[in-house]
């Protein structure tokens, strides 16, 4: 789901932010586990937001869950166990890239060695997963926080809106856990600062702005120049750099809203 988006603007957000309000007037917990919720329906309901809105992505829901659920395991033993910490750390940093390398370069390395041999390759067929670059070196970075003693163990209610929070999990920044769940224990959540809010709005308006107006604007130079060297025609001089060009600007524009 895109941040700029109908869908977004005028259901998910207004939902999403009622019912933050409206829980925590009956407690913390509630706000907590309704915002949590919420970021894993935009997760999953986002996977085909550009194709459509075709489904729902319960594969990829239960990917991040798992993540999630194996990377707080094993948080917790490090954080209780006396000693022998760091083959902990290094398992779980392992397993994190592995999962992380498995998704996103599965098809090359097996292309790469089959080619060696002289043999041909097709594709594993294997769907990349939203965001998976961005929970999955979080948690790395977790862990590492963890095994330092730079933070106290959080509890899982937490941990889960940390990772899972929906303005942060598609398109980062990278976040530190003990930057945000002490602000969750603090009860801070739902509680509105007027110049903070105002602030946000003013922020996320001008982020709209550059996406809708500007990179949609100039989409179009970036579209024609890469169709038409998809299709084998030889570009000038100037309709290549226009065209990268176009395509460069269009990514810093959009890179904080996709």
Known sequence: MLFHSQVFLFLFLPIALMGTFFFRRMGNTLAILWLSACSLF????????????????????LLILFSIGFNFILGKKMFLSAKGTSHWLIFGICTNLLLLAYFKYADLIAKSLLNLAGKEFGSFHIELPLAIS?????????????????????????YLLFVAFFPQLIAGPIVKCQNIVPQLKAGRLAKINPAHFWTGV??????????????????????????????????????????????GFQHILTSQLD
């Open 134 to 158: 961005f929970f999955t070196f979080q948690q790395i970075a977790f862990l590492i926080d963890l095994r330092n003693r730079k933070m106290d163990l959080p509890n899982f209610r937490d």
């Open 42 to 61: 935009f997760y999953g309901f986002g996977e085909f937001d550009k194709e459509g809105l075709q489904g729902f992505a319960w594969h990829h829901l």
């Open 202 to 247: 003013c922020l996320f308006s001008f982020g709209i702005a550059k996406k809708a107006y500007l990179a949609d604007g100039i989409r179009p130079l970036s579209d024609a120049a890469f169709g038409a060297a998809s299709e084998g025609k030889v570009l000038s001089f100037a309709e290549a750099w226009a065209g990268a060009m176009a395509f």
